[in-house]
């Protein structure tokens, strides 16, 4: 049973002292972690050793974070990434998550909290490698669990990373409602804020690609409620 090799995680942050700190509490929590000071030597360590997820910081010497996230993304379709960072503003979130980010934490953070997003994360990843079925669909819409491909009737539709996770969820949980809430937890791994509209944001983002130029039209809104993917509206 290789459980080291399924927990070794790539740090990437410029700030010695976090680092250092966050390296000393994952292996005390039984991590395999490794550190780079700045982009460019992230970049190189992830391209040389095999990791099982990336928490890395937005503001960094030699590349960005933003672009070292679709940089290992390109790479990695499904290696959990975690953004650390004192950028807070609902654009830099969603640019992190645009970039590939599975989740975003804004310092300061409660190391306890990344803990549970790094147990949730790497649960995910191990529980893709599951059989569900390659391909899932509803009306003329499909999306490839093994290619990452989208595709409407003919055409094939371009996803950021996060959009795809979203229609996943949501065909996964076809003709079922899901609230904001639930969206919160199974997509982007974190409570629910109220204060945000991130979610409203990303459906936004999803139906202009899947739904607006076709019919049926898939994503339904229940007001005060959620959202469903629904096969049958017309």
Known sequence: MQIMEERKILIIEDEQKIADTLKVGLTENGYHAEVAYDGKIGE???????????????????????????????????????????????????????????????????????????????????????????????????????SKEVRRGNDKINLT???????????????????????????????????TNIIDVYISYLRNKIDKPYTPKLIQTQVGMGYILKENER
């Not at 499904?78 to 980010?101: F, Q, R, V």
């Not at 003709?175 to 409570?191: C, F, M, T």
């Open 44 to 146: 190189k360590l992830f391209f040389t050793h095999p990791f099982n997820l990336v928490i890395l910081d937005i503001n960094l010497p030699g590349i960005n974070g933003f672009e070292l996230s679709k940089i290992i993304r390109a790479r990695n379709s499904d290696i959990p990434i975690i953004m650390l960072t004192s950028l807070s503003t609902l654009n830099d979130k969603i640019e992190g998550y645009d970039a590939g980010a599975d989740d975003y934490m804004v310092k300061p953070f409660e190391f306890r909290e990344l803990l549970v997003k790094i147990r949730v994360l790497l649960k995910r990843t191990m529980q893709q490698y599951i059989p569900v079925g390659n391909v899932l669909k509803a009306a003329d819409l499909c999306l490839n669990l093994d």
């Open 161 to 195: 990373a996060k959009e795809f996770q979203l229609l996943e969820y949501l065909l996964r949980n076809k003709n079922r409602l899901v609230s904001r809430a639930d969206i919160a937890v199974n997509v982007w791994d974190i409570d629910f804020d109220t204060n």
